[in-house]
């Protein structure tokens, strides 16, 4: 009894310790990799022809390339004529809206539902992400490492030795760009720079 005792909680520390080591991989926070997920988010697009509100959901009638159906998406304003980028969600047969009194044949439910500019833009990023999206140098900009931090040019110098690890920088905001992909994305400079990277 006391040898099985021991096997369960030696299976139950192993168990634990793995799912430490999994959710502190998980953090890891790389640009291309969260580029890469962005940019995997919405795969399809598909043209607004038709919108109607009810309560919590929107329901639009979409064209994807010839494909008409109608989907439910987070109540929201939308465009008509305007593309939109989507994700494929959940289809449902003999929908009923009783908000609207209507059943449709069939309803596509999607939560993921972005301006296709946007979508496209986040693509761009990805093939150069910092190259893409650094801003212009701002003169001026003189700001002292935090303790135990890393200058910017620092960081590029060192970017494989660094690769995967966390660092402290300290910089003047300069741009943020807010809601790409559900996303806010800030840029910051130091006054330092390396073949080219300041941002």
């Known amino acids: 009894m006391r040898f099985l005792l021991i096997i369960a909680l030696a299976v139950t520390f192993l168990s634990s310790c793995n799912q430490q080591t999994n959710n502190t991989a998980d953090n890891t926070n790389k640009l291309d990799e969260v580029m890469d997920q962005l940019s995997s988010v919405n795969d399809r697009e598909a043209k607004v022809l038709e919108a109607t509100d009810a309560g919590t959901y929107t329901y639009v009638k979409l064209d994807d390339k010839g494909k008409i159906f109608w989907a439910a998406i987070t109540a ?44 496209h833009a986040a693509s761009i990023a990805k ?73």
Do not use: C
């Open 76 to 119: 929201r304003q939308v465009e008509i004529g305007k593309t939109y980028a989507y994700e494929e969600g959940m289809m449902m047969k003999n929908f009923e809206s009783k908000q609207l009194g209507k059943v449709w044949d069939s309803v596509m439910f999607i939560q993921n539902f972005s301006d296709a500019k946007a979508v």
């Open 127 to 199: 093939s150069e992400p910092h190259q893409h999206t650094k801003t212009a140098p701002l003169g001026g900009i003189n700001v002292e490492p935090a303790a135990n931090g890393k200058t910017i040019a620092g960081i590029y110098d060192n970017s494989k030795a660094l690769s995967g690890s966390k660092v402290i920088v300290r910089g003047q905001v300069v741009k943020i760009s807010e809601s790409i992909m559900r996303k806010n994305w800030i840029h910051i400079q130091d006054g330092t720079e390396s073949n080219g990277n300041y941002d």
